[in-house]
T-cell receptor, first 115, second 115 residues
Framework: AQSVTQLGSHVSVSEGALVLLRCNYS??????LFWYVQYPNQGLQLLLK??????LVKGINGFEAEFKKSETSFHLTKPSAHMSDAAEYFC?????????????FGTGTQLKVEL | NAGVMQNPRHLVRRRGQEARLRCSPM?????VYWYRQLPEEGLKFMVY????????ESGMPKERFSAEFPKEGPSILRIQQVVRGDSAAYFC?????????????FGPGTRLTVT
């Protein structure tokens, strides 16, 4: 079974400050890891993903995340927050087990960006 | 190139009625996943379908819920005799293959309210 834990259901940063959203996962097989963003009343948009290869992955809108197997973590960062980054962020894990790639999501982190 | 489409976007049903949620995958995609998002929670997997086949329904409640993805037409998630606890946002996602391709593209969701 797989699971995802997102520490901090609400994170508040100042515009221009570093954004750090934490994600830890549990998986008995090599994981595929994802970060999605959800704006109010909208669907989920993929920010970035890790499948294999380079452990530091870059995504859209200046976000990046680093896969750390030893820490079972996949934290999301952005050097400088922008007001438009205010949204809910979900970390998710899946595995290619031959029966599809169903995603297991964390409970989400609401990011607030203040002036 | 249209994305994943879901309709209706909002659906209100009285207790005991039936709810039908439709999902049209992206063009060229033949794999559909349904997820449910309860208030203040992350998304939870319900069912994974390919054309005319249910591959994984491990997240689907055993009673009142059913899903199909016919050869022609959209995928449909059907909830019979709805109860207040069914109030949630239901998202579908599509992908071009079930394994080996990891990206799922999400629709805008159907927000079901049971009164």
């Amino acid at each position: 079974a797989q699971s995802v834990t997102q520490l901090g259901s609400h994170v508040s940063v100042s515009e221009g400050a570093l954004v750090l959203l934490r994600c830890n996962y549990s998986s008995s097989v090599p994981p595929y890891l994802f970060w999605y963003v959800q704006y109010p009343n909208q669907g989920l948009q993929l920010l970035l993903k890790y499948t294999t290869g380079a452990t530091l992955v870059k995504g859209i809108n200046g976000f990046e995340a680093e896969f750390k197997k030893s820490e079972t973590s996949f934290h999301l960062t952005k050097p400088s927050a922008h007001m438009s980054d205010a949204a809910e962020y979900f970390c998710a894990v899946s595995s290619n087990t031959g029966g599809g790639n169903k995603l297991t999501f964390g409970t989400g982190t609401q990011l607030k960006v203040e002036l | 190139n249209a994305g994943v489409m879901q309709n209706p976007r909002h659906l209100v049903r009285r207790r005991g009625q039936e709810a039908r949620l439709r999902c049209s995958p992206m063009k060229g995609h033949s794999h559909v996943y349904w997820y449910r998002q309860l208030p203040e929670e992350g998304l939870k997997f319900m069912v994974y379908l390919q054309k005319e086949n249910i591959i994984d329904e491990s997240g689907m409640p055993k009673e009142r819920f059913s899903a199909e993805f016919p050869k022609e037409g959209p995928s449909i998630l059907r909830i019979q005799q709805v109860v207040r606890g069914d109030s949630a946002a239901y998202f579908c996602a599509s992908s071009s293959t079930g394994t080996g391709t990891y990206e799922q593209y999400f629709g805008p969701g159907t927000r079901l309210t049971v009164t």
